[in-house]
T-cell receptor, first 115, second 110 residues
């Protein structure tokens, strides 16, 4: 069974640009969550999608948005990029919603660097 | 400017010894706990989970212990191997939330 796939693996952007990251969950998983990982803040929850609807949201500004398609694939968009957005963005999929006692399985992330 | 990173506690373990990684969680309402392992350049990998109605669960070479009285979680790794070198995260979950700890760096020495 294929794991969570994230594309691209690496991305370099400049301030003010926007970026879209993609995540394909494990087959059969309907929940997709996004996280930001930085040396300073650790793993921070961005949002969770389930059945094409955002179900939970962390404390990130509106520049961070996402969506989920009918095949459970998800995209995350960041607009008006700032230097502080440089991070590893991780996607995780699960059979159930956060808190349903189903483990989340992570992809290897997209490393985003802002110049 | 220079970025300030989280200071990860480090556990140095000799190959073949048992490792114990500790985690204090914050929310007494958390009812689901997970341990993840993250190797350099990779995403977190699920190791083992435990629900709040249990105090111990065993997997292959790993055991998780949960003490709800003091809000403490631990991961024991038996016969630690070089491939166990990684950062280990605990996570606590309740409905709609999953919060990760800062992590512990495990270094296995020959």
């Amino acid at each position: 069974k294929a794991g969570v796939t994230q594309t691209p693996r690496y991305l370099i952007k400049t301030r003010g640009q926007q970026v879209t990251l993609s995540c394909s969950p494990i087959s059969g998983h309907r929940s997709v969550s996004w996280y930001q990982q930085t040396p300073g803040q650790g793993l921070q929850f961005l949002f969770e999608y389930f059945s094409e609807t955002q179900r939970n949201k962390g404390n990130f500004p509106g520049r961070f948005s996402g969506r989920q398609f009918s095949n459970s694939r998800s995209e995350m968009n960041v607009s008006t990029l700032e230097l502080g957005d440089s991070a590893l963005y991780l996607c995780a999929s699960s059979l159930g919603l956060l808190g349903s006692n189903q483990p989340q399985h992570f992809g290897d992330g997209t490393r985003l660097s802002i110049l | 400017g220079e970025s300030v990173g989280l200071h990860l506690p480090t556990l140095s373990v000799q190959e073949g010894d048992n490792s114990i990684i500790n985690c204090a969680y914050s929310n007494s309402a958390s009812d689901y706990f997970i341990w993840y392992k993250q190797e350099s350049g990779k995403g977190p990998q699920f190791i083992i989970d435990i629900r709040s109605n249990m105090d111990k669960r065993q997997g292959q070479r790993v055991t998780v212990l949960l003490n709800k009285t003091v809000k403490h979680l631990s991961l024991q790794i038996a016969a630690t191997q070089p491939g166990d070198s990684a950062v280990y995260f605990c996570a606590e979950g309740s409905w709609g939330k999953l919060q990760f700890g800062a992590g512990t760096q495990v270094v296995v020495t020959p």
